[in-house]
């Protein structure tokens, strides 16, 4: 079965001490839905039209525990804490099998 990911990048973000807020709670929603953190704010090389800013990468057994654990309850909770200024380019696509 293919995996699952969640790819997350931030074109625009208004000071990053500000997701202090929605780390602690998505962090243990995402681990709650079986997410596994595999990169966030670690060294970037953008080539072409690619940015520099933030990506997070989030591995998931299948992709509709990708799915699932973005509608649940709990990764709700911490999308409400996103705070304003913050434009996120966010996906939740399928690994190759």
């Known amino acids: 079965m293919a995996k699952g990911y969640w790819v997350s990048v931030y074109p625009a973000m208004s000071g990053p001490e500000r997701l202090t807020a929605y780390e602690e709670l998505a ?5 709650a839905g079986g997410g596994r953190l595999l990169s966030r704010d670690g060294r970037i090389v ?3 039209a690619g940015i520099t800013q933030r990506v997070v990468l989030i591995e998931f057994d299948s992709f509709e525990q990708a799915a699932a654990a973005y509608e649940s309850e ?3 909770k911490a999308l409400v804490a996103l ?3 913050f434009e996120r380019d966010f996906r939740i696509i399928e690994g190759v099998d």
Request: glycine content about 14%; proline content about 14%; aromatic content about 8%.
């Open 83 to 85: 705070p304003d200024g």
């Open 27 to 31: 962090g243990p929603a995402v681990r």
């Open 74 to 76: 709990a990764y709700r």
């Open 46 to 48: 953008a080539h072409e």
